[in-house]
């Protein structure tokens, strides 16, 4: 079955910089796109960074020249590199992919504060 596993986020002063992390396992991890999502407290769940397969890439225009999302296929995982972190990035991180359905990880929390 699909599992996606995500590390790394943390407590981080704004101007700081944290590198997310996403273990895949359970599918084909080099055929599929990757994407992370954010979701904020009281705000609905919105997508940040997208990967294909062959590693074109998207962001949310809140977070161009800031992000980058990459992936490693050898290792089955994804990363999301935040620069210039500010208090809006705040939010519970998702790493996701679509097969047959959209799977989801549990989350991790970045939380940007002084």
């Known amino acids: 079955q699909v599992q996606l596993v995500e590390s790394g986020g943390g407590l981080v002063q704004p101007g700081g910089s944290l590198r997310l992390s996403c273990a895949a396992s359970g599918f084909t991890f080099s055929t599929y796109a990757m994407s992370w999502y954010r979701q904020a407290p009281g705000k609905e769940r919105d997508l940040v960074a997208s990967?294909?397969?062959?590693?074109?890439?998207n962001y949310a225009d809140s977070v161009k020249g800031r992000f980058t999302i990459s992936r490693t296929n050898a290792k089955n995982t994804v990363y999301l590199q935040m620069n210039s972190l500010k208090p809006e990035d705040t939010a519970v991180y998702y790493c996701?992919?679509?097969?047959?359905?959209?799977?989801w990880g549990q989350g991790t929390q970045v939380t940007v504060s002084s």
């Open positions: 996701s992919t679509f097969k047959l359905r959209r799977y």
């Open positions: 990967i294909t397969n062959t590693g074109v890439t």
